[in-house]
């Protein structure tokens, strides 16, 4: 299983970024997609995920309203699309898989997958 991810750059508050993760090897519609952040000094936290089977979207407080997840069976591909971004959203963004269904947003503990993550800058 791979899951790679692209789509982070450096861009100025208020800007917009849409993070990709296209995976193989996934049986996809049975998996569960999230994304998590880990900021320098800080502990990797969830930030969204949709949930196999119903595709049930969840978020963290933090970027409710901001950000958006979406999932193609087709494509076997995740993105994160983030809004009015803030210097709080920099962060290295991973994507993350694991099977069966969530009712809200899973601890990295319960990751089967991770890709190696994207870099989002965000500058004052």
């Known amino acids: 299983v791979q899951l790679v991810e692209s789509g982070g750059d450096l861009v100025q508050t208020g800007g917009s970024l849409k993070l990709s993760c296209v995976t193989s090897?996934?049986?996809?519609?049975?998996?569960?997609i999230a994304w998590f952040r880990q900021a320098p000094g800080k502990e990797r936290e969830g930030v969204s995920c949709?949930?196999?089977?119903?595709?049930?979207?969840y978020y963290a407080d933090a970027v409710k309203g901001r950000f958006f997840i979406s999932k193609d069976y087709g494509e076997e591909t995740s993105w994160l699309q983030m809004n009015n971004l803030k210097p709080e959203d920099a962060a290295v963004y991973y994507c993350?898989?694991?099977?069966?269904?969530?009712?809200?947003?899973?601890?990295?503990?319960?990751?089967?997958?991770w890709g190696k993550g994207t870099l989002v800058s965000v500058s004052s």
């Open positions: 993350a898989a694991m099977y069966g269904s969530r009712s809200g947003l899973p601890q990295s503990s319960e990751v089967l997958f």
């Open positions: 090897g996934l049986a996809f519609r049975d998996a569960t």
């Open positions: 949709v949930s196999a089977p119903d595709l049930s979207e």
